[in-house]
């Protein structure tokens, strides 16, 4: 029996070797699989948001003076985990001559810091990295890849619309 | 190639003097009864593992214990697995450890010179069951509330000290997001600590004294 094993190349202990070996891999790999998975779960769905395109009254547009951005903010609450947590937006709105809108998101496009309007330098300025956006939410300077991004919008019955996309 | 590999680390690290000297041992004839330590130490790792997964969910809260291990358990990919390893994974071991001592006992293996593996193996069954008694908190619903109060209730019946030992386990003298909160930290770290370096002793000590052959009638 023991020459016979020696005969294939295999003795008992190569052997038990293999089979701990073997059975180690499938109970790590039973654990650890899923593990990857159960990591990564909650990033990789929807985050239970209950925005669907939604339609967002930010204010009538006769409160807005012609050439002056104002910031309007808003909150929607949404279903993350096992929790409502509020998700804060700020727009940044600007009338222009002629009833024509820039509405920007107060997102800067680096790397999401918020930015805000400096009524002295008529520039957007992200504090984090020194970005400056235009009036017109351009880049002037700084580190960011792209302008400001903007959102759809529409005016009802006098009421300035933003179209909030499905996040 | 991997040879190569093998002998240009243990070279440097001396890893075949550590498998030598942990994993070819010379043992006695035993039976399977010998595998309950190997099998408890598996379940320990598990436990581990699997608890320190649970964490990357669990928030040890009143308001929230329980809505996030509904989380787990019900929108977080395996996590019904995860948890379910953790549970009975609990259970087994208190089992594992129990026959683990019983073997020990009955064929006289904790006797000269194994007198500190069995006194350290003594303590690694209490910090079980002590893991097992802070765990099943966690969950913070009915079950775990009223078995944390009949568990802690018991240390008040011992004399004179029984009532602080129970508002020192409480962190008060009632329930309350306190108790979660220390039995968590015990749970997942004052608990493991002290676990795994008595392992180590634990092990070192079979390690260095080897374990005992099966008595034979005459002895």
């Known amino acids: 029996m023991g020459q016979d094993s020696h005969e294939h190349g295999m003795d008992r202990r190569s052997f038990v070797a293999g089979v701990v070996a073997f059975l180690g891999s499938i109970i790590a790999a039973v654990i650890g699989l899923p593990a990857i998975g159960y990591l990564l779960s909650p990033g990789l769905r929807k985050s239970g948001s209950v925005l669907t395109d939604e339609w967002v009254p930010l204010g009538l547009v006769d409160e807005l003076i012609v050439g002056e951005p104002k910031l309007i903010s808003f909150s929607r609450t949404q279903r993350v985990g096992w929790e409502t947590t509020a998700q804060s937006y700020g727009i940044y709105v600007l009338r222009k001559p002629g009833n024509t809108y820039d509405v920007f998101s107060n997102v800067c496009t680096h790397l999401s810091c918020r930015v805000s309007w400096k009524e002295e330098l008529s520039e957007y300025i992200c504090p984090c990295h020194d970005g400056h956006f235009g009036i017109d939410g351009s880049i002037i300077s700084g580190p960011q890849p792209r302008p400001l991004d903007t959102f759809e919008y529409r005016v009802e019955e006098g009421t300035l619309m933003i179209k909030l996309a499905e996040v | ?219």
């Open chain 2, 1 to 219: 190639m991997t040879t190569r590999w093998i002998t240009w680390l243990d070279e440097r690290l001396g890893l075949s003097a550590i498998y030598n000297t942990v994993l070819d041992r010379k043992v006695p004839k035993v039976n399977w009864s010998f595998t309950l330590g190997s099998a408890t130490l598996f379940l320990a790792v598990t436990q581990a593992t699997t608890g320190i997964f649970l964490t990357a969910y669990y928030v040890p809260h009143p308001e929230q214990a329980y809505a996030s291990i509904n989380y787990i358990m019900n929108d977080v990919a395996f996590g019904w697995l995860i948890r379910g390893i953790h549970h009975w994974g609990a259970t087994l071991m208190v089992i594992t450890v129990f026959l683990h001592m019983l073997r020990t006992f009955f064929y006289g293996a904790y006797k000269y010179p194994r007198e500190i593996t069995w006194i350290t193996g003594v303590f690694l069954l209490l910090l079980t069951l002590g893991s097992g008694f802070t765990g099943y908190l966690l969950p913070w619903n009915q079950r775990a509330y009223w078995a944390t109060t009949v568990g802690t209730s018991i240390t008040e019946t011992i004399p004179f000290i029984g009532p602080f030992i129970n508002e020192a386990l409480r962190g008060g003298s009632e329930l309350s997001t306190l108790t979660l909160v220390r039995f968590f930290s015990a749970h997942i770290w004052m608990i493991p600590a002290a676990l795994f370096v008595l392992i180590g002793v634990h092990m070192y000590l079979v390690v260095r004294l080897g374990i005992s052959h099966i008595p034979s009638e005459d002895e």
